[in-house]
């Protein structure tokens, strides 16, 4: 591992990469903020928000049918979910699909999505067959909810053809209002990070395809794990030396820990 020192308004933070596929970032891993003020008036996107509908109502009807209480008692859950579609990851933004699924579980199926220890997202290229009908959803989901103290898979749906919506940002319907300002210090984070491996020759090899995985350490028990990828994801998103077109793979982990404080990327 290569490793250098990078700072943030003072806040000291350690970096280190094996100048391929792995980077980790010591320091406190940072959650996304939203730019707005709690109880501002926002108007949701109703396709996103019929997508959710229909995922609780499905995992509803499973829990009610086996006498499960809604939302799950559990406390440390992981996520599976899979993927199969004639659209490719380009209309199916993968950490975005990911959000709106948790987002639906959230109060409705868990009663806290921070109860999420891991989740991952896996996507499969089938092309459409001619004798399909286009009236019918270009995708199949599956989803399974484990229970991490048990490794019992508590619930699921297998196979649903059904059009997914990814995560889309509320209309805020007072901006001049309710809009926060957005604090600069995710942005000057991030790019202290850039210009660490940038600087340390960290260069993903070309790929056709990508697996992401993302692991966080430190205090964060009541932190969404998807909220943490958010910031992170960007790193991938926006890096132009990481050579990063087609992520077909994400894999999120986040760990309870009051004395190490750890983001650790891997891209295959």
């Known amino acids: 591992m290569i490793n250098t020192k990078i700072a943030v308004d003072s806040d000291p933070y350690s ?6 596929n792995t980077f980790k970032v010591g320091g406190r ?5 939203h730019v707005t003020k709690k109880g501002t008036k926002q108007l949701q996107a109703i396709e996103m928000m019929q997508f959710q509908n229909k995922i609780q109502s499905i995992f509803r009807a499973d829990l009610l049918g086996r006498q499960l209480s809604i939302p799950l008692n559990l406390n440390m859950v992981e996520i599976q979910i899979e993927i199969v579609s004639s659209r490719t990851v380009d209309d199916l933004p993968l950490l975005m699909i990911m ?17 999420v220890y891991r989740c991952s997202i896996n996507y499969t290229y089938k092309k459409r067959l001619a004798r399909q009908s286009t009236r019918k959803p270009s995708d199949w989901l599956s989803v399974k909810i484990i229970d991490l103290n048990s490794s019992h898979v508590v619930a699921s749906l297998n196979d649903i053809n059904i059009h ?31 210009n660490g491996l940038s600087t ?7 790929q056709s395809c990508y ?5 966080f350490s430190g205090a964060l028990k009541s932190v969404d794990i998807d909220n943490l990828a958010l910031v992170y994801y960007r790193l991938i998103e926006d890096s132009q030396y990481m050579n990063l077109n087609r992520v077909t ?6 760990t309870y820990s009051s004395k190490v404080n750890l983001t650790e990327i891997s891209i295959f």
């Open 200 to 206: 340390m020759n960290f260069t993903v090899p070309i």
């Open 15 to 20: 970096l280190a990469h094996d100048s391929s």
């Open 211 to 215: 697996e992401v995985t993302m692991k």
């Open 99 to 115: 959000k709106s699924i948790l987002d639906g579980l959230n109060y409705n199926i868990l009663r806290d999505d921070s109860v």
């Open 164 to 194: 997914l919506v990814p995560k889309k940002e509320p209309l805020v319907l007072d901006f001049d209002k309710d809009y926060a300002i957005f604090a600069l210090y995710e942005d000057e984070y991030l790019a202290s990070i850039y």
């Open 29 to 33: 891993p940072l959650s996304y903020t």
């Open 249 to 254: 793979s994400i894999s999120l982990e986040k």
